[in-house]
Each structure stands twice: as C-alpha cells, then as structure tokens.
C-alpha cells in the first residue's frame, strides 16, 4: 500500500518539476521576446518587457493547472 501512495508522490512531485521548469522557460523567453521588440520597435521602453513577462507566466500557470488537473473530465 505504501508503495501505491510513493508512485503517486513521485507522480506528482514530477509534474511540479515540470512546471517549475515550464515557468522558468516560458517566463525568460517572454523577458528576452519583450527586450527584443522594445529594442527593435519602439524605442527602449519597460511595458514590453513586462507584458511578454506576464504572458510567459500567465502561459506556464495555465500550462500546470491543465497538467495538474488533467484528471478532471472536459465537458
């Protein structure tokens, strides 16, 4: 039985990994997105950088919550 319950932790404790790492590359990615178009395109400004932050946070947290709650029937 503990057996059962130890499969099930390490289940889990991957999928947290997974969206750890998930948050982490998606959340860098839209930092170095948003610092590229604010160079490129409009003149060194901040609200680039930190709207293409939010979206790779905003896409991670959506990402783990689908992950973590997969068992859950889509109607």
Not at 15 to 31: E, H, N, Q, Y
Not at 50 to 73: D, R, T
């Amino acid at each position: 039985m503990a057996k059962g319950k130890a499969d099930i932790e390490d289940e889990y404790s991957a999928k947290l990994d997974m969206c750890l790492t998930d948050g982490i590359i998606k959340t860098g990615s839209g930092i170095v997105l948003g610092a590229l178009s604010s160079v490129l395109f409009l003149g060194r400004r901040r609200w680039p950088i930190i709207a293409g932050m939010g979206m790779g946070i905003g896409l991670a947290y959506a990402n783990c919550e689908y992950e973590l709650n997969s068992k859950k029937k889509v109607s």
